[in-house]
Structure formats: structure tokens, C-alpha cells
């Protein structure tokens, strides 16, 4: 009966061993998520595959673009297209533990032959966006950002600037725009 105990002990370990495994025996769940409630496209907007990017504590997402607009009209104001305006929908979140101040005036646009456009800062105040944003620690905010490019051009990439943080500005991120 002797001989028995120690085949008994090595068996009892192997059977312990997977237990003390440091991979996972199969899929780990996803992350839970919020559920948020579908919103309607305004008329003449693209919803898009959402793009992601980052610069510094801040992440910036489109979701929405308008283009080939020969004009703005707002509540005081119309105002024509030099060429074509175009709207941008981005979600700004601040994933740091600091206020963060974000210049819409330093997001840029980017065409098709690499050209770059600031914001139109008469599009921006008649359609009563924002110049400058403060989000608190894991706050978001959604707003839209207007361009005027020329009507031959098509818009390729939003290049993003986050919140300058206390070792510098962070380096700026493109996303990519739909063609």
C-alpha cells in the first residue's frame, strides 16, 4: 500500500498544475460598455466607421462629415462658400486626470493633394461652435468643426492636436476621412 502514495501525490499535482497556469484557459469577456441610444444622421451628413486617434491625454473620434456645401445658413447669418464647406463630427474625450483646454482652431484638414486648412472662424461662430474647450477628467464632448476648401478638393484626413501637457505639446495624430 505504500508504494501507492507518492503515484498519488504526483497524480494529485498534475491534476493542480493548469490551475496554476498563467495563460487563460479560453476568451476573457470584453470589457463591459456603455449602451448608448442610436441617434439620427442630419440630412446630408455620412455617418462613418468611426476613427480613433490620439494626441497626448485627449482622444478624438469622427463620426460624422458633410461636404459639398456651397453654403452655411445659420440663425443671424448666411454666408457663402469661397469653394465648399465642409463639417466634421468629432467626439473629444480627455482620458487624463488633468483639465485639459482643447483650440478647435488648431485642428486641421487635410485634401487630397495635402493641402491643409484651419477651422473657417465665420462658419465656427455662426454655427456656434466652440473656440476653445476645457474638459475635465474623463469628460467628452461632441461638436462640429467647418472648413471652407476649395470645390475640387476632397477632404483625406483630420489631423488632431491634443491639450499641451506640462512636458510640451503632444505630437498631433491624422485620421483618416472617408473618400
Known amino acids: 500500500m505504500r508504494p501507492l502514495a507518492p503515484a ?3 497524480l494529485l499535482a498534475a491534476s493542480l498544475l493548469p490551475a496554476c497556469s498563467a495563460s487563460p484557459a479560453g476568451p476573457q469577456p470584453a470589457a463591459p460598455t456603455y ?8 440630412p446630408g451628413e455620412q455617418a462613418v466607421q468611426p476613427a480613433y486617434a490620439a494626441s497626448g491625454d485627449v482622444s478624438f473620434t469622427v463620426i460624422g462629415l458633410t461636404t459639398g456645401m456651397p453654403e452655411l445658413v445659420g440663425s443671424h447669418a448666411d454666408i457663402p462658400a469661397k469653394g465648399r464647406f465642409v463639417r466634421i463630427r468629432v467626439i473629444v474625450a480627455n482620458t487624463g ?12 484638414l487635410i ?4 493641402r ?3 477651422p473657417d472662424h465665420n462658419a465656427m461662430l455662426i454655427k ?3 473656440d ?8 467628452r464632448i461632441e461638436f462640429d468643426l467647418w472648413y471652407d476648401i476649395p470645390a475640387t478638393a ?3 484626413a483630420l489631423r488632431v492636436s491634443g491639450a499641451a501637457a506640462l512636458t510640451g505639446r503632444p505630437p498631433d495624430a491624422d485620421l483618416p476621412l472617408p473618400s
Open 8 to 10: 498519488a501525490g504526483l
Open 35 to 42: 449602451r448608448l441610444p442610436p441617434r439620427t444622421v442630419r
Open 97 to 108: 486626470r488633468n483639465t485639459v483646454s482643447i483650440r478647435t482652431a488648431r485642428q486641421r
Open 111 to 114: 485634401d487630397d493633394h495635402g
Open 116 to 118: 491643409v486648412y484651419a
Open 128 to 130: 456656434r461652435q466652440p
Open 132 to 139: 476653445e474647450l476645457r474638459l475635465g477628467s474623463a469628460m
Open 154 to 156: 476632397r477632404p483625406r
